[in-house]
């Protein structure tokens, strides 16, 4: 028979010292909203359940000193979503809480279990990755910090290691001017999982030429991916309707989308070109 034992430690230490860490039995649940979701459909049979949420190191969004934010891994999405911090420094993080799920996961549900669940379809991703987010990775013996880009490797897949909890995520100073969107399309408007997101973050100088632009792409590649060629072809451009074109076709050429029920690889593809196109606009262009 299956059978599951539960922990609440209070402290990252005690979590950290569990059986089920050492030995790999056990899994971390935050939300639950993946988790619970994977148990119930036999997919993973954890030993242990070590629920993270009143460990105060993973709670609470706080200033860094050097004009970043640390958000602790155990913020829900309904945390992220008001956050008077990030809604002031960070919007495109706020806007993809807010087009996560219905109200019922946003409040369960955290920005932890969003990345380390790797889904390429998770909402806050794909502002993490043009924000530059660095992760903070703890286990008992060693700290390290890894950029977002380089812990998802796959769906699923993530270099989280065994004996290793995500404590927080750093969200780093942005130059003054920089603006950033994030749009969400799916087959409905609210609880849904994207079809496709567009993630972009942008910086012109006063005349309107491009001087950093970063995108992400969600729900279109194995994994969220930054559109490296798109983002090139912009710098030193001004937003006008040939740049905007082009930058669209080039982003949908970055992206690797799948045909499934819910839609075809090349409207998938066709969708990262139109929400890239109206993301830029959104960002500044005036044409
Ligand atoms: C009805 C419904 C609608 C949804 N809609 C959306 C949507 O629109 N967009 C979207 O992106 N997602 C959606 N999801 C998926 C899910 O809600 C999110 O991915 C959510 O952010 C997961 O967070 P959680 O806290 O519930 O994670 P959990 O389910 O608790 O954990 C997920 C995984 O992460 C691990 N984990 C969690 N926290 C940590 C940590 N700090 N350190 C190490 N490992 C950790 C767990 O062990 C587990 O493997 C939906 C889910 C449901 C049930």
Do not use: W
């Not at 219905?102 to 502002?127: E, F, K």
């Amino acid at each position: 028979m299956f059978q599951l034992a539960y922990y609440e430690p209070q402290t990252l230490k005690e979590a950290l010292q569990m059986d089920g860490v050492k030995k790999g039995t056990g899994k971390f649940l935050a939300g639950g909203t993946d988790l619970l979701v994977q148990i119930k459909r036999r997919k993973i049979e954890p030993q242990e359940l070590i629920n993270l949420k009143a460990i105060p190191e993973l709670k609470g969004v706080q200033e860094t000193g050097d004009g970043g934010i640390r958000i602790g891994a155990a913020v829900t999405v309904k945390g992220i979503m008001e956050s008077s911090l990030i809604l002031a420094g960070y919007p495109a993080m706020a806007q993809a809480a807010k087009e996560l799920g219905t109200p019922q996961v946003r409040n369960r549900a955290t920005i932890g279990g969003n990345i380390v669940n790797a889904s390429p379809a998770a909402d806050l991703v794909g502002p993490l990755l043009v924000y530059d987010a660095i992760l903070l990775l703890t286990s008992e013996s060693v700290q390290r910090r890894v950029k977002i880009e380089d812990f998802l490797l796959g769906p699923s897949q993530t270099a989280l290691g065994k004996e290793e909890v995500l404590e927080a995520i750093e969200l780093p100073a942005l130059p003054a001017g920089t603006g950033a969107v994030y749009l969400k399309h799916g087959l409905r408007k609210t609880h849904e999982i994207a079809l496709v997101g567009v993630s972009i973050a942008l910086r012109s100088d006063g005349q309107g030429v491009i001087e950093d632009c970063r995108i992400a792409l969600t729900a279109v590649a194995p994994k969220v991916i930054r559109a490296r060629e798109a983002e090139d072809a912009l710098k030193g451009c001004h937003l006008d309707d040939e740049t905007l074109s082009r930058v669209a076709h080039i982003a949908e050429a970055n992206c690797l989308p799948i045909s499934d029920v819910r839609a075809s690889a090349d409207y998938r593809r066709q969708m990262v070109g139109v929400l890239t196109k109206r993301g830029l606009l959104s960002l500044g262009g005036s044409n």
